[in-house]
């Protein structure tokens, strides 16, 4: 009888250590599931936080590139051809002031890609720097070539024939490359119409210095 109940005593000694263990575990994992829990909330914190902050320095960025198309814009305007030599000078000298101070500014955002997307990006700016050397060669025909690689950015239907095989090589890359690649083009386009536009200018310009030599 009094083995029986050593042995019992024993038995219930063993079932309390063996629920002490469990509960123990129990309550380790609900504080590792916490834990995780915790750094799941930070992490996505943390991304909205990141996301934000390369959307504000893209957009810093599109800014900065705007800036210095303006100012481009602004020194090669048919308006400053048509002032006095001085004013012509004060204004080039602040556009200067600010195209430098506007260069100062370096913003860099950096894009995540595969190898293929990075293959694509290689591609796709060999292409248009091939092309941007060839435009004082050709201005009107490499215009056109920049009118054709832009309808592959687009999504509308564009009203001019598109470059298919540039339109594969941006689809596939990075959807960021693909927003800076139209961009670029965009800024091309702009430059050979104004360029186009001070030619026109100086050809008129010639015209009328020659009809007022000739006294007409």
Avoid: W
């Avoid at 941007?132 to 239907?157: F, I």
Wanted: net charge negative; glycine share 2%.
């Amino acid at each position: 009888m009094a083995q029986a109940k050593i042995n019992q005593a024993k038995m219930t000694e063993a079932a309390k250590g063996k629920f002490s263990r469990s509960m123990s575990m129990a309550d380790r994992s609900g504080r590792l599931l916490e834990s995780l829990d915790q750094l799941e909330i930070s992490f996505f914190e943390e991304y909205t936080r990141v996301e934000a902050l390369r959307e504000a320095a893209t957009s810093m960025e599109q800014e900065r590139e705007c800036l210095l198309d303006m100012i481009q814009s602004i020194k090669n305007s048919e308006e400053m051809r048509s002032i006095c030599d001085g004013e012509r000078e004060e204004l080039s000298l602040t556009a200067n002031r600010l195209l430098g101070r506007t260069l100062t500014v370096e913003i860099s955002v950096e894009i995540i890609r595969n190898s293929t997307q990075e293959d694509a990006l290689r591609k796709a700016t060999s292409l248009i720097d091939e092309l941007a050397a060839k435009l004082l060669d050709d201005m009107d025909g490499a215009r056109k070539h920049l009118m054709a690689l832009h309808a592959a950015c687009v999504t509308e239907a564009p009203p001019v024939p598109i470059d298919t095989k540039f339109q594969t090589i941006v689809i596939t890359c990075a959807l960021e490359d693909q927003k800076k690649i139209k961009r670029r083009l965009e800024t091309l386009i702009r430059n050979v119409d104004n360029a186009e536009k001070n030619i026109k200018i100086m050809d008129h310009q010639k015209v009328d210095d020659l009809n007022s030599a000739n006294g007409k």
